[in-house]
């Protein structure tokens, strides 16, 4: 079963709080304490320097920092995929497109997880993020029986599978800011 952690600031300081937490996403250290830059993602066009415009005139809107943990013992599946799946359910409960982004983390913590940053007109309530955790729980469910029918032992690293997306970040200390 899914695990939805959700948190979110409303007005001016959304967008602070937004950056704040792209950039722990980005440069969290490793299990062994070295600081290692990911890559970001976002819906599939990937425009980052036009999402992260959108998140910062978002200024009274609702700015969540949602993690997605899929739960102990999942067969692994594409989380890119997996977190478009429920980032395109919440922009539909919202009727609205909902501006964000993702970044994955594996092979840091036993618990293999997405942190994404998003800008909602309206606050989530407890039954939206329910209906979350069941398109989550539902999306990993089906990219999982499309694994396992592939025969995947394992998924591919990021930069493995989308190298056109693995340095779509800004310059290189544009996050120390």
Request: net charge neutral; glycine share 8%.
């Given at each position: 079963?899914?695990i ?13 709080a ?25 819906p ?25 943990n ?23 409960g ?16 036993q ?67």
């Amino acid at each position: 079963m899914t695990i939805v952690r959700a948190r979110f600031t409303v007005g001016a300081g959304g967008p602070a709080a937004s950056r704040a937490a792209l950039r722990y996403a980005v440069l969290r250290p490793d299990r062994d304490g070295q600081r290692v830059e990911r890559a970001v993602f976002g819906p599939d066009g990937l425009d980052v320097a036009g999402i992260r415009a959108q998140l910062d005139a978002a200024r009274g809107d609702h700015h969540y920092r949602v993690v997605l943990n899929p739960g102990a013992g999942q067969h692994p599946v594409d989380q890119r995929d997996w977190t478009r799946d429920v980032m395109a359910a919440v922009a539909e409960g919202q009727g609205a497109e909902v501006p964000w982004l993702a970044v994955e983390h594996r092979n840091q913590s036993q618990h293999d997880h997405v942190h994404i940053v998003a800008a909602t007109e309206r606050r989530l309530t407890r039954m939206d993020l329910h209906t979350l955790r069941e398109v989550a729980d539902s999306s990993w469910e089906r990219h999982a029986t499309w694994a396992r029918a592939l025969d995947l032992d394992a998924v591919q690293e990021p930069h493995q599978q989308q190298p056109e997306r693995s340095r779509a970040l800004t310059p290189a200390g544009a996050w120390e800011r």
